[in-house]
């Protein structure tokens, strides 16, 4: 008869702060006889980050120094045995196979479901259960789940799920898989005592370890337990979330309501027992909670608290918490890290990748040239000078995308020699990639050639995220050597941004008390005090993956984990964090947009107890947001108004750097927004020209204006012409400038539209302005005049006119073209004192001219609207801009007082923070 194999010893010790020292105890006593010398007790521990402390608690246990046991986990057992297995790497290459050539699903969607199984079928491998042999065992086990009969989409799941689980089955073991066989053959090979520390009820793989071992050697599993707690905090805790009832037992008429659980809470504990321990705290942005989170750190920092955890739920909020601390000088370890799809590293790829796909779209184009990594091995001098020509060139010549037309375009200009070498390394960079397409290891390795192609390879392997993304291009690479499928260029772009975003990268330079973590890590560790950011529902949820078999029903007949496991796991973390911190503070936002954002369940759940059984609800009021310090001139405002009483409007003075050679439209700044006019003219802080991709109202006009300027060249006079000519003659100009524009975006036509039906309209209105005695004298035409300024010196003013008539009394008009309707310019002239640009080309123009004039040409019927008592008014504006110059010589302050109307468009606005001054509501 088969001998028994000999039970493993489960202790069930209560879930407290001092759980490991108790684990460390009982190790001690069981092994005292062999003291000091543990080192042939194995321990396998759930976190690598328990063992300091166990160390510690051991030699506490034993009252003296002791050759300390073998510490690890279950995985390092497993890979220091040699794990192999197949890569999930592979395992998705070789589902996405299979799918493409079965052609179940679109394209789009095939990358997606691939991850979706992988996580069935890990599932399935670490509850170790399987899938039934046959497929139609298996469909009548889901209809029987479903209770649906008959399914056609049923049917189809079960097909797709069976077929590809028996493909998979049918190769080389994952690596979660060969991890249980490397953990069963070392188990068969017990040598020594082992002790294992479980987080929770012990996973399969825990199980089946420990019981394998147990055939050689003494087996004892600690397992915490919430209900074995006496102390008073988790008791409190525990009537909140009673230990092993799911959500829907709470309702059960057999379970005691809230109330009367409230009521016993309160008999058990005069006082709360978590009163001072948690504090619940909803803010009303995101940068109030992330002042809030900062100033509980730093009111434990002050305290003397040497270990705090930030238990990120809300990765946003933790990050800018970081950011507001690592401001005042207070850095945090972080064990979370970054997805690397969210760093340099990553974006220079990206960005790379982009310009290989669109023939060098100019935005990527100008990401790739600003990534700090590329093109290491040129002078810095000259890589910015190239960057410029190139941003410039782009711009000037107004090119969206084509290398050879960036090198034509930039090579006529002249000038422009270390751009075109920056293009020539790019095209160099691009030969390299392959065409059409090819397996995954010819393309990471094609992208590690063009990397180095870029100059770029010695600046990531510099960086840590940069040194972490070539190491999983190379790790990549060998794993997937020579298999197929061969991918198309977009396939392996969508599978390569899959890698980087399942991929982390964590910052080890950091030492520090203060720890960012994750909620699931803080098991069994012991915290001083920790700050929970994000503990809204939304953030901070029970993690559940059922994204292929989401019905609970066939879930629980396939013996997969439930949604009630995962609620109960995120209970037990929330009390063993409460438990084992001297304090903890959750935080939330109360608003995401105009939306309520409510507190997690499980915390409402406690708050709303607490209440009825001491009348508070552990909640406290959110740190006010205030803003920094003001750099320079420049004020950083507060982002909650409600809660700020806002900032000074910046008044900068510069006397040092006022211009003595404006133009008309510098001019107009200053009258419209001292600032703005400090910002963009003193400062010189302009915004660049960009490319224009699509036609915008601005570059309407701009049209406009070429091809009357053109036409009148052709035809000074219209008076002895046929309309029908003429009209013909200006739509074939029209035609010719908007030809190229285009050819590059169809949709274009519509503007060029909307001009055709302006153009007899305009030639009926110019012979009508002929008969009035006007005609034409010029267009473009650039004027400058020079101003005498009070005290001494003098400074320019310049422009260009639009247009200029003349008349045979020697009287002059000066004309400007608005795209725009009747309506609005007349209301621009409504305070003539304020019309700045009228006034001052009749004041670059001289005394004889007696009309200034907007033409409005949007409509069938252009319209002139005069400026009233042009010459007084140009003499105003001018001996205003002598005033404003000399008083600025004078130190006077810019203000930042712009009208909404300005504002609304103006790039300055970020930096004087208009909407956050004092008395202003955004």
């Known amino acids: 008869m088969r001998e028994a194999a000999p039970p493993v010893l489960t202790l069930s010790l209560p879930l407290s702060a001092d759980f490991v020292e108790r684990c460390a105890e009982r190790i001690v006593e069981d092994c005292r006889a062999r003291l000091p010398d543990l080192s042939s007790i194995q321990v396998v521990l759930p976190n690598l980050a328990l063992a300091p402390r166990l160390c510690r608690a051991l030699a506490a246990a034993a009252g003296s120094g002791l050759l300390l046991p073998r510490l690890s986990t279950l995985p390092r057992l497993a890979a220091a045995a040699g794990i192999g297995g197949q890569p999930d790497s592979l395992r998705r290459i070789t589902l996405y196979r299979l799918l493409r050539e079965r052609n179940w699903f679109p394209d789009n969607a095939v990358w997606e479901i691939c991850a979706e199984l992988i996580a069935l079928f890990d599932e399935l491998n670490a509850r170790a259960v399987g899938l039934p042999q046959d497929e139609a065992e298996f469909l009548a086990r889901l209809e029987r789940a479903y209770a649906a009969r008959g399914s056609q989409p049923l049917r189809f799941e079960a097909e797709v799920v069976h077929r590809l689980w028996l493909a998979e089955a049918a190769g080389p073991p994952s690596r979660q898989v060969a991890e249980s066989m490397a953990l069963a053959a070392l188990a068969g090979k017990a040598a020594a005592p082992l002790y294992l520390l479980c987080e929770h009820d012990p996973r399969p793989v825990e199980a089946d370890f420990c019981r394998v071992w147990a055939l050689r050697q003494p087996v004892t599993l600690f397992q915490p337990r919430r209900d074995a707690v006496q102390e008073a905090p988790m008791r409190a805790l525990n009537f909140a979330w009673p230990p092993g009832v799911h959500d829907d037992e709470l309702s059960s008429p057999l379970m005691p309501s809230l109330i009367a659980r409230a009521e016993a809470a309160r008999a058990a504990f005069p006082l709360s027992p978590l009163a001072g321990r948690l504090r619940l705290i909803g803010a009303a942005s995101l940068e109030a909670e992330a002042a809030t989170a900062a100033a509980e750190v730093k009111r434990w920092l002050a305290a003397g608290h040497s270990a705090i955890a930030l238990v990120a739920a809300d990765r946003v909020a933790a990050r800018r918490t970081r950011a507001l601390l690592e401001r005042d000088g207070i850095l945090a370890r972080d064990e979370t890290g970054w997805k690397l799809s969210t760093t340099r590293a990553a974006a220079l790829i990206d960005a790379w990748l982009e310009v290989a796909a669109t023939d060098a779209y100019h935005r990527a184009l100008l990401d790739l040239v600003k990534s700090p990594f590329v093109f290491g091995d040129l002078p ?82 510099r960086d840590g995220a940069g040194a972490t993304l070539l190491e999983l291009l190379r790790a990549r690479q060998e794993e997937l050597a020579a298999v197929p499928p061969r991918l198309t260029f977009n396939e392996w772009r969508e599978w390569l941004d899959r890698e980087f975003e399942n991929a982390a990268f964590v910052d080890q330079g950091i030492d520090s008390p203060l720890v960012m973590t994750h909620l699931a890590a803080t098991r069994l560790r012991r915290f001083d005090a920790a700050i929970l950011i994000g503990a809204d529902r939304g953030n901070l949820a029970s993690v559940f993956s059922g994204a292929v078999f989401g019905n609970q029903a066939v879930r629980a007949d396939l013996g997969l984990p439930l949604p009630a496991e995962a609620a109960a796991r995120l209970r037990d973390d929330l009390a063993g964090l409460i438990v084992s911190c001297g304090e903890v503070t959750a935080t939330w936002q109360i ?56 900032t000074a409007m910046p008044r900068p003075a510069a006397p040092q750097r006022t211009p003595l050679r404006l133009s008309t439209s510098a001019y107009a700044s200053l009258v419209a927004c001292p600032y703005q006019f400090f910002v ?243």
């Not at 001018?878 to 110059?885: I, K």
């Open 380 to 461: 810095e001098a000259a890589l910015q000078a190239g960057l410029l020509q190139l941003e410039s060139g782009l711009a000037r010549y107004n090119l969206a995308s084509g290398l050879s037309r960036y090198e034509t375009a930039l090579a006529r200009q002249g000038d422009c020699a270390e751009a075109l070498e920056l293009l020539r390394r790019v095209a160099a960079a691009r030969r390299v990639l392959p065409r059409g397409g090819a397996f995954v290891a010819d393309w990471l390795a094609a992208l590690t050639q063009s990397l180095a192609a870029l100059g770029a390879l010695d600046g990531l392997a």
């Open 591 to 646: 608003l995401r947009g105009d939306e309520a954002n409510l507190l997690c369940p499980e915390l409402d759940l406690l708050s709303v107890l607490h209440a009825h059984a001491w009348g508070d609800g552990l909640t406290a009021a959110a740190v006010m947001a205030v803003a920094a310090p003001p750099p320079v001139s420049v004020v950083n405002s507060a982002v909650n108004i409600a809660a700020n009483p806002g």
């Open 680 to 922: 963009r003219r003193m400062l010189g802080l302009a915004e660049a020209d960009e490319v224009s991709e699509a036609f915008e109202k601005r570059d309407y006009g701009e049209f406009v204006h070429r091809i009357l300027t053109r036409f009148h060249a052709a035809h000074p006079r219209l008076a002895d012409l046929p309309e029908a000519a003429l009209a013909a003659d200006l739509e074939a100009i029209s035609r010719a400038l908007f030809a190229p524009r285009i050819a590059e975006n169809f949709l274009e036509h519509a503007w060029l539209a909307r001009w055709l039906d302006c153009v007899p309209g305009y030639i009926a209105w110019q012979k009508a302005r002929e008969a009035a005695g006007w005609r034409y004298a010029g267009g473009e035409l650039a004027r400058e005049r020079i101003l005498p300024l009070p005290g001494g010196g003098e400074v320019t003013l310049h422009g260009r006119l639009d247009r200029l008539d003349v008349r045979d009394d020697a009287a002059e008009a000066v004309l400007d073209y608005k795209t725009q309707n009747t309506q609005n310019v007349r209301r621009r002239l409504a305070d003539a004192a304020e019309e700045v640009q009228l006034a001052c080309y009749a004041l670059l123009q001289g005394g004889q001219v007696t009309e200034a004039a907007y033409v409005a040409l949007d409509g069938e019927t252009p319209a002139a609207l005069p400026l009233p008592e042009v010459q007084a008014v140009a003499r105003a504006q001018g001996a205003r801009l002598t005033a404003a110059v000399a008083a600025l010589r004078a130190g006077a302050a810019l203000p930042a007082h712009g009208a909404e109307t300005v504002c609304a468009w103006c790039e300055a606005r970020g930096l004087c923070r208009r909407d956050y001054h004092a008395g202003i509501q955004p």
